[in-house]
C-alpha cells in the first residue's frame, strides 16, 4: 500500500499557476495516480489521474516523473473557486482498499 | 456528475437507536463503497461491495453493516449508535477494479448527528 506525503496548505493568489507535489517513494510498478478535488459541504471529485509523464485536461495537468516517486498536480491560473482539499491516491484500487485518503492538501487562492 | 444520490441529507438522532443511510446510484456500476470523513482523518473506508449480495469489511467496519440486494442501492446500518459515530458519510461508486485504476466517483454525503 503506497503512502502518500503532501503539504497540509498552500496559499496562491488568483491568476496564479498553482503546483501541488505529492511523494509516493513505495509507488508498485502497478499503481496509478489520482488527484481528487473537495469543496465543503460535498464529496471529493475527481480531477486527473496518470500511470507516468504527463496527462493534461481541461481542469489540470499532472506531471509523473521516470521514477514515479512523487507526481505534481498543476492547476493553471487558479480563480477563488479552486479553494478546496487536493488529494493524492496511489493505487490499483483493488475494491477499494488501497484508496487510503490522507488529510490532503488545502488550497487557499486569495484575491 | 455520476448519478448517486445519498439519503438522508443530514440526520440527528440518540445514542442507542439504529439508523440507515441510503445510497442510490443510476450508473449500474459494480463497486459501491462507503467512507466516513472525520476532522484529521480524511476519508476512511468502512465497506464495500463488489456485486449484489457481495461486501466486505473497510479500514473501520466496526459498529456498522452494509447490504446490498440490487446494484443501484447500498446500504448502511448502524445497529446501535454511538458519538463517536457522529460523522460526514460518502458514498462512492466506481465501474470496475483492477489492474486499470478506475476513479471513484462520489455522493454529496450524510451528514450523521449522534447526541
Known amino acids: 500500500l503506497a503512502k502518500t506525503t503532501q503539504p497540509i496548505s498552500m496559499d496562491s493568489y488568483e491568476g496564479q499557476e498553482v503546483n501541488i507535489t505529492c511523494s509516493h517513494n513505495?509507488?508498485?510498478?502497478?499503481?496509478?495516480i489520482t488527484w481528487y478535488q473537495q469543496f465543503p459541504s460535498q464529496g471529493p471529485r475527481f480531477i486527473i489521474q496518470?500511470?507516468?509523464t504527463k496527462v493534461t485536461n481541461e481542469v489540470a495537468s499532472l506531471f509523473i516523473p521516470a521514477d514515479r516517486k512523487s507526481s505534481t498536480l498543476s492547476l493553471p491560473r487558479v480563480s477563488l473557486s479552486d479553494t478546496a482539499v487536493y488529494y493524492c491516491l496511489v493505487g490499483p484500487n483493488n475494491y477499494g482498499q488501497n484508496f487510503v485518503f490522507g488529510p490532503g492538501t488545502r488550497l487557499s487562492v486569495l484575491p | 456528475d455520476a448519478g448517486i444520490t445519498q439519503s438522508p441529507r443530514h440526520k440527528v438522532t440518540e445514542t442507542g437507536t439504529p439508523v440507515t443511510l441510503r445510497c442510490h446510484q443510476t450508473e449500474n456500476h459494480r463497486y459501491m463503497y462507503w467512507y466516513r470523513q472525520d476532522p484529521g482523518h480524511g476519508l476512511r473506508l468502512i465497506h464495500y461491495?463488489?456485486?449484489?449480495?457481495?461486501?466486505d469489511k473497510g479500514e473501520v467496519s466496526d459498529g456498522y453493516s452494509v447490504s446490498r440486494s440490487k446494484t443501484e442501492d447500498f446500504l448502511l446500518t448502524l445497529e446501535s449508535a454511538t458519538s463517536s459515530q457522529t460523522s460526514v458519510y460518502f458514498c462512492?461508486?466506481?465501474?470496475?477494479?483492477?489492474?486499470?485504476?478506475?476513479?471513484?466517483?462520489f455522493g454529496d454525503g450524510t451528514r450523521l448527528s449522534i447526541l
Open positions: 462512492a461508486i466506481s465501474e470496475s477494479a483492477g489492474q486499470a485504476n478506475q476513479p471513484q466517483h
Open positions: 513505495n509507488i508498485a510498478t502497478n499503481d496509478y
Open positions: 461491495s463488489y456485486g449484489v449480495k457481495d461486501t
Open positions: 496518470g500511470y507516468k
